[in-house]
T-cell receptor, first 110, second 112 residues
């Protein structure tokens, strides 16, 4: 079993829909990261969370430490949000190295 | 990304030749990382550095070496490239362990 599980693996939605991507982890963490990668593109760090909730524009990230679960929400989705969204955790036991989820491929249709 | 550049962006090389990829930062961050990204595997850590001349292996370090003689530069060397090292290589930096990562734009390496 992977230490970081994301769901869904693939998600297709219509423009304007509210999007939720989930991440569950099974290890102790110091922080959880959400990153975005556009096709053929670089990787952009969206959020780093250790508790609670963070918001940036139309993106919201939440984390529940007790449940070992995080969600990334996109409000009023737009075709330019189409990308792979990756969850990763920093683990104290592995010298804070990132443990990566497999990513969620999001396609927003106009 | 501002503050971190990778070179070259693309490279095609022959099996058995040495290859060096460069990661350069202007942020004076302590930590630097080399990852490779392959379909079906996501990102995997090759080597990382936590200071000048301080480096350590990641999960897929075989066939790779690194050097960091200056804070701003972290070099990844494939001593004798193999086709299995065809991949996209990403460099990343972070200032302190409590801060987030910044990634470079990636180097697409093809070994023929």
């Amino acid at each position: 079993k992977n230490e970081v599980e994301q769901s869904p693996q693939n998600l297709t939605a219509q423009e304007g829909e509210f999007i939720t991507i989930n991440c569950s982890y099974s290890v102790g963490i110091s922080a959880l990261h959400w990153l975005q990668q556009h096709p053929g593109g670089g990787i952009v760090s969206l959020f780093m969370l250790s508790s609670g909730k963070k918001k940036h524009g139309r993106l919201i990230a939440t984390i529940n430490i007790q449940e070992k679960h995080s969600s990334l929400h996109i409000t009023a989705s737009h075709p330019r949000d189409s990308a792979v969204y990756i969850c990763a955790v920093s683990n104290m036991d592995s010298n804070y190295q990132l443990i990566w989820g497999a990513g969620t491929k999001l396609i927003i249709k106009p | 990304d501002a503050g971190i550049t990778q070179s070259p962006r693309h490279k095609v090389t022959e099996t058995g030749t040495p290859v060096t990829l460069r990661c350069h930062q202007t942020e004076n961050h302590r930590y630097m990382y080399w990852y490779r990204q392959d379909p079906g595997h996501g990102l995997r850590l090759i080597h990382y550095s936590y200071g000048v001349k301080d480096t350590d292996k990641g999960e897929v370090s075989d066939g790779y070496s690194v050097s960091r003689s200056k804070t701003e530069d972290f070099l990844l060397t494939l001593e004798s490239a193999t086709s299995s090292q065809t991949s996209v290589y990403f460099c990343a930096i972070r200032d302190r362990l409590i801060y987030g990562y910044t990634f470079g734009s990636g180097t697409r390496l093809t070994v023929v």
